[in-house]
C-alpha cells in the first residue's frame, strides 16, 4: 500500500521560516517525480515545485529565489525549505509523488502553512 505523509506546517509571522517534509513509503515502485503542490481557499491547487528522480528541478514563479525543494532517492523523501514567507503563501501543501512506468500520482493529506502578516 503506498503512503505520502507530509509533515511540518504550522503558523509563521511574515517572513519567518518553514520547512516541510514528506515521504512516499510502501511504494514497490520506482519513485519518479516529487513534488509540493498548493492550494489556498477559494482557488485551485497549483504546483509550487517539484524535483526529478534525477534532481531536476523546477519550481513556480511565486516559489523561485525564496523555496528550495531537495530530495533523498534512498529514503523517498522531499523537503521543501520556505524562506521570507509571505501571507499569500497560506494554504494547504500536498505532497505528489508519481509512481511506477505510467508514473501513476498519488497525494498526500496536506499540511496546513498559515502566514500571519
Known amino acids: 500500500q503506498v503512503q505520502v505523509v507530509e509533515s511540518g506546517g504550522g503558523l509563521v509571522k511574515a517572513g519567518g521560516s518553514l520547512r516541510l517534509s514528506c515521504v512516499a513509503a510502501?511504494?514497490?515502485?520506482?519513485?519518479?517525480?516529487l513534488g509540493w503542490y498548493r492550494q489556498a481557499p477559494g482557488k485551485e491547487r497549483e504546483l509550487v515545485a517539484s524535483i526529478t528522480r534525477g534532481l531536476k528541478t523546477n519550481y513556480a514563479e511565486a516559489a523561485q529565489g525564496r523555496f528550495t525543494i531537495s530530495r533523498d532517492n534512498a529514503k523517498n523523501t522531499i523537503t521543501l525549505q520556505m524562506n521570507s514567507l509571505k501571507p499569500e503563501d497560506t494554504a494547504v501543501y500536498y505532497c505528489?509523488?508519481?509512481?511506477?512506468?505510467?508514473?501513476?500520482?498519488?497525494w498526500g493529506q496536506g499540511t496546513q502553512v498559515t502566514v500571519s502578516s
Open positions: 510502501g511504494t514497490g515502485f520506482t519513485v519518479n517525480s
Open positions: 505528489k509523488a508519481d509512481l511506477g512506468v505510467y508514473k501513476i500520482s498519488y
